[in-house]
């Protein structure tokens, strides 16, 4: 099972939701240990700001096009790469997500996460907590969250649960904001026009 470096519980690695925490990325001091985490264990634990602070300034120099703005007091940058077709958000308030190009074909806008691979230990209690181990079965999310005990560290998640060829997909909702959305457009028509 994949355990969370900061609470010990069990990490979905949902995009917006967990993050995988590398030494730069976060400041002496604050007990956080390289690897999985919560993002909501970060914010607990007083360490998301510079968290985030240390995955923008990297995003910054990697993926040098970027838009940003406010949302109702949050501010937020939308990193653009041509060439991977993938957007990273940065948000002050310590969210961020990486997600495709594609994402914003067809809205509501949706992304997709692989959980884990059938024969891992972690496949097997995920599918103990889905409660359905027959391919293509769709099992809401919150479900499943509730069932592992973590609708503390998945608060508001939405979506569904499918094993799909021996791997666990997690479906579920993207949110951006209006402004935000404006932007992703703006860029993934400027990558069109190169």
């Known amino acids: ?5 900061l609470c010990g519980r069990p990490v979905l690695g949902l995009t917006g939701h967990d993050w995988t925490a590398l030494p730069w990325m976060v400041a002496d001091g604050t007990g956080v240990l390289p690897g999985p985490c919560h993002v909501t264990c970060l914010q607990e634990r007083g360490a998301a700001r510079s968290w985030a602070a240390a995955v923008e300034a990297y995003h ?3 993926w040098p096009r ?3 703005g406010i949302d109702a007091g949050v501010g937020w940058r939308l990193h653009s790469s041509r060439a991977a077709r993938r957007f990273h958000l940065w948000r002050s308030d310590g969210g961020m997500a990486s997600f495709p190009y594609g994402v914003l074909a067809v809205a509501p806008f949706r992304t997709e996460t692989d959980l884990a691979e ?15 181990d027959r391919p293509g079965a769709a099992v809401p999310l919150p479900r ?3 069932r592992l005990r973590l609708t503390d560290r998945y608060p508001f998640v939405e979506g569904v649960v499918t094993l799909r060829r021996n791997v666990l997909v997690a479906d579920h909702p993207l949110v951006l904001t209006s402004a935000c959305l404006r932007a992703a457009r703006q860029l993934a028509a400027e990558a069109v026009d190169i």
């Open 1 to 5: 099972m994949i355990e969370c470096t």
């Open 60 to 62: 910054r120099k990697r």
């Open 66 to 68: 970027w838009l940003a």
């Open 118 to 132: 059938t024969g891992t230990a972690h496949a097997a209690a995920l599918l103990a907590a889905m409660g359905a």
């Open 144 to 146: 499943m969250i509730e």
